[in-house]
């Protein structure tokens, strides 16, 4: 099993930043694909960013070149560098990870872009 913790969400200005983070309980290096998604209040779960190997990424197109994903994997964790965000980029973010064929997901942290 893997238990994920995310953390770094809050209340930021548009085009403020933020940088969210993502623990792991076992080495990341054992973790087929780890990510983010994230759901905004009536609307579905998206993928914002994912690792699809270990030096792969995909982004979704409403955040290519403003988020960035990225890890470490001395301390197994995962992070999520947004920029330029925008009050659409409200939601709830979500860590996940691919394990032996099941995906764990985080409790979420709630990020809200509001002046």
């Known amino acids: 099993q893997v238990q994920l913790v995310e953390s770094g969400g809050g209340l930021v200005q548009p085009g403020g930043s933020l940088r969210l983070s993502c623990a792991a309980s076992?080495?990341?290096?054992?973790?087929?694909?780890m990510g983010w998604y994230r759901q905004a209040p009536g609307k579905q779960r998206e993928l914002v960013a994912s690792?699809?190997?270990?030096?792969?990424?995909v982004y979704a197109d409403s955040v290519k070149g403003r988020f960035t994903i990225s890890r470490d994997n001395a301390k197994n964790m995962v992070y999520l560098q947004m920029n330029s965000l925008k009050p659409e980029d409200t939601a709830v973010y979500y860590c996940?990870?691919?394990?032996?064929?099941?995906?764990?997901w985080g409790q979420g942290t709630q990020v809200t872009v509001s002046s």
């Open positions: 076992r080495s990341i290096s054992t973790i087929n694909a």
């Open positions: 690792f699809t190997s270990v030096r792969s990424t």
């Open positions: 996940y990870g691919d394990y032996f064929g099941d995906r764990y």
